[in-house]
C-alpha cells in the first residue's frame, strides 16, 4: 500500500495502518481494504487539552460483482472517508467524561432528536481508543463545509439565534434523557464542584493574576473605583464560597446533562452558499459535561462567544428564542406538557447562577481572546509560566473588544449586586 505520510512510524501508535483498518472493518465490514492514508496534524490555536489530526482514508469494498471489480481496478470505485482524531492528554484522561457521553449519553440524545425531526447535535464517532490517552476518532465534518468561526470576533445575532435554538433542542433531548436513565447523575464527574484544591487554586490563581492586571487599566475609568475595591474582594475564599454552591443541583429548579463547555472553539456551524444564513451547528468536546442546571450553558455561550452589542440588544429576544426551542422539542418528543418545566423556571435559574458570569469574564472569556499568535504552541504548562502569563495578559487586555465587554459588564454585575 502506497502513502503520501513520510513515514507512518513518525505517528504514534494509534494513527498507524492497523488501527485505521479496525476503523474500517468496524464501520463497513470485512470487505473494507484501505488502499491509502494521509496524516496532518493540524494547528489548534486556543485549545490547551488535546492534539489534533485530520486523516483522509481511500479505501474500496472486496466482495463486489465483476462489472465493479473491474472498476475498481481502474480507481473508479475507490471510496474517501475523512476523519478528525483528537488526542486528549494524558493528564486530562483521567478526569474527562467524553468517552462516557460518545459512547453511551450522546447516542441516545441524539436518537430522540431524530425522532423529533431534528439533526444531531453531535459528530458521528466512527472509533475509539482508551489507552494513556483518551483517543476519538470523528466524521471530519470539513468537507461539509462546516466551519469554526473566529474566537477573537465573536458570534453575530443571526449565529447566535441558530446556536441557542441548537442548545434548546440539546438540552430538551438530554431532559428527556436523564429522566428516563437517572442513574447517569451519578456517572458524570462535576469539573467544577467538586474536593479537588488543585483545581481550585488553579481556578483562584488565573482570575487573581487577570483581575490585578486589569485594575491597572481600570482605575483609568471614571466611576470604576468602588467596582475594583469589590473584584478584589471577590477572589479567594469570598470566591469560593460564593461560585461552588451554584453547582449543587439540589437547588437548582431545572438540572439535565450539560454540555459544560460552550465556547466558540467547540462549536462547528454551516451556512447557505445563497444567503450566508447559518442552517446548522454542531457541538465538540464534551469531555467537561456533567449534571447540573442548563443556565451553565446558556451563561458560558453567551459571555465567552457573543459579540458584546448581541448581547445588549439581543438578550432577553435570544433566551426567549431558546426556551422556544426547548419547548418544542419537548412536545415534538410527546413529553408530557404539565411537566414541560416553564419559562419562568429558566429565568429563575439564570438569575441564581448569575454570579457564573463573573467567573467567566475574568478568566474564561479573557483567556479565549488571546490572538492566535500568542497561542502557538501553548499547553496547560505555560499556565505556570509567570512571565509568559503576564505576556498573554497584556497581549489580551490590549484588545477593545476585551475591554469593551469588561466596562459593560462590570457595570451590569455591580447593578445586579453581584459583587457585593
Known amino acids: 500500500m502506497s502513502t503520501t505520510v513520510t513515514s507512518v512510524s513518525d505517528y504514534p501508535e494509534y494513527l498507524s495502518e492497523e488501527t485505521f483498518k479496525r476503523l474500517l472493518t468496524q464501520n463497513f ?4 481494504q484501505l488502499r491509502d492514508l494521509q496524516v496532518i496534524p493540524q494547528k489548534s490555536f486556543g485549545n490547551y487539552s488535546s492534539d489534533i489530526y485530520r486523516v483522509k482514508l481511500i479505501y474500496d469494498l472486496h466482495g463486489l460483482s465483476s462489472a465493479e471489480n473491474r472498476r475498481r481496478e481502474t480507481n473508479e470505485d475507490q471510496r474517501v472517508l475523512q476523519v478528525l482524531v483528537k488526542v486528549l492528554f494524558e493528564n486530562l484522561s483521567t478526569i474527562s467524561n467524553e468517552n462516557f457521553m460518545y459512547e453511551q449519553v450522546l447516542p441516545e440524545i441524539n436518537k430522540i432528536l431524530h425522532i423529533c425531526g431534528l439533526e444531531s ?4 464517532v466512527y472509533y ?9 476518532f470523528f466524521e471530519d465534518l470539513t468537507p461539509r463545509e462546516y466551519i469554526v468561526r473566529p474566537r477573537t470576533i465573536g458570534y453575530n445575532e443571526d449565529e447566535t439565534r441558530l446556536l441557542f435554538k441548537r442548545l434548546g433542542e440539546y438540552h430538551a433531548a438530554s431532559l428527556i434523557y436523564t429522566e428516563s436513565h437517572p442513574e447517569v447523575r451519578n456517572k458524570l464527574r462535576q469539573f467544577y464542584a467538586v474536593s479537588d484544591p488543585a483545581l481550585e487554586l488553579f481556578i483562584e490563581d488565573q482570575m487573581h493574576g487577570n483581575i490585578e492586571h486589569v485594575v491597572k487599566i481600570i482605575e483609568t475609568w471614571s466611576g470604576f473605583d468602588a467596582i475594583i475595591d469589590k473584584m478584589r474582594k471577590n477572589t479567594g475564599e469570598v470566591f469560593r464560597n460564593k461560585f461552588l454552591p451554584l453547582f449543587d443541583a439540589s437547588q437548582a429548579g431545572l438540572s439535565l446533562i450539560l454540555h459544560g463547555d460552550m465556547w466558540i472553539a467547540n462549536i462547528l456551524l454551516s451556512y447557505n452558499s445563497n444567503d450566508g444564513k447559518t442552517n446548522d451547528a454542531v457541538f465538540l468536546d464534551y469531555q467537561t459535561s456533567f449534571y447540573g442546571s442548563p443556565a451553565f450553558d446558556i451563561h458560558n455561550l453567551f459571555m465567552t462567544s457573543v459579540q458584546l452589542s448581541v448581547i445588549v440588544e439581543c438578550y432577553d429576544v435570544i433566551i426567549a428564542h431558546y426556551y422556544a426551542s426547548f419547548r418544542s422539542t419537548l412536545l415534538a418528543a410527546k413529553y408530557p406538557v404539565e411537566n ?5 423556571c429558566v429565568l429563575a435559574e439564570l438569575r441564581r447562577t448569575d454570579y457564573f458570569n463573573y467567573y467567566l469574564l475574568t478568566f474564561p472569556f479573557a483567556q479565549t481572546m488571546l490572538s492566535d499568535d500568542m497561542t502557538k504552541g501553548m499547553s496547560f504548562n505555560d499556565f505556570q509560566n509567570k512571565k509568559r502569563l503576564e505576556l498573554n495578559r497584556m497581549d489580551i487586555y490590549s484588545n477593545a473588544r476585551v475591554l469593551d465587554t469588561y466596562k459593560y459588564m462590570l457595570k451590569s454585575f455591580d447593578e445586579r449586586g453581584l459583587l457585593d
Open 29 to 32: 465490514g470485512a470487505q473494507a
Open 121 to 124: 447535535v453531535s459528530p458521528t
Open 128 to 136: 475509539t481508543l482508551k489507552t494513556k490517552n483518551e483517543i476519538h
Open 340 to 344: 414541560i418545566p416553564s419559562f419562568q
